[in-house]
């Protein structure tokens, strides 16, 4: 099956076929805490679990983080993990933080309230709860590249976004966040938009 290269105009498209609604290791192994939003056989959708997911932004909002001894990456629009946690730099004081598995779940809920003591001190920075303002879905499979330039431009070539590539950009004209990440793709949007995406997204999938 050759790759598929959503900006190669004469590459030709994988051939995901119909939906069989099976789970395959490869392509669910990685969201297997999720709400299954769709599977088949080369595309999967999932709804991640909340969690304690918040935001940091402001004035002195990387050092905070960094004295908790939480990892940040290096540049904006990039992100690292550690552990089962996640740091997304969104800007330069401005980051995401979120949690796969509980182990790491627990870090990110204690973090979350070394912060809050810590914020007293530093009225510069916020904290922004994000476990019910924006929702994650995952999307893993051999399709996940196709159906993402379906409804985004981006350019998702390994060699322009790699693993820990973080773009903020519109997708089917809903702002999201789209991280890349090994098992696939990450993408947060606000709750209000959630139910449309993911719609989209299916509508779009069973015509591939």
Partial sequence: ?????????????????????????????????????????????????????????GEGAGALLEEGGIPLPNEINQAVVADGLTVLRLG????????????????LSTHRERLVTCLQAHPSCLLLPRETSHIRLRITGACAP??????????????????????????????????VCDAGFDIYVEASFADYLSDTLKTIAAAL
């Avoid at 900006?7 to 299954?36: F, I, K, M, W």
């Fill in 1 to 57: 099956m050759k790759k598929f290269d959503p900006l190669d105009p004469l590459g030709a498209p994988v051939a995901c076929g119909p939906a069989h609604l099976q789970n395959t290791d490869g392509v669910n192994a990685s969201a297997a805490d999720g709400r299954e939003v769709l599977a088949t056989t080369e595309l999967a959708i999932w709804e991640m679990p909340p969690g304690s997911r918040f935001g940091l932004k």
């Fill in 92 to 107: 330069s004081e401005e980051f995401l933080l979120d949690a796969d598995g509980a182990v790491a779940e627990h870090a």
């Fill in 146 to 179: 196709m159906l993402l330039a379906r409804v985004a431009q981006v350019d998702l070539r390994p060699s322009s976004s790699p693993p820990g590539k973080v773009l903020q950009t519109l997708m089917a004209h809903v702002v999201v966040v789209l991280r």
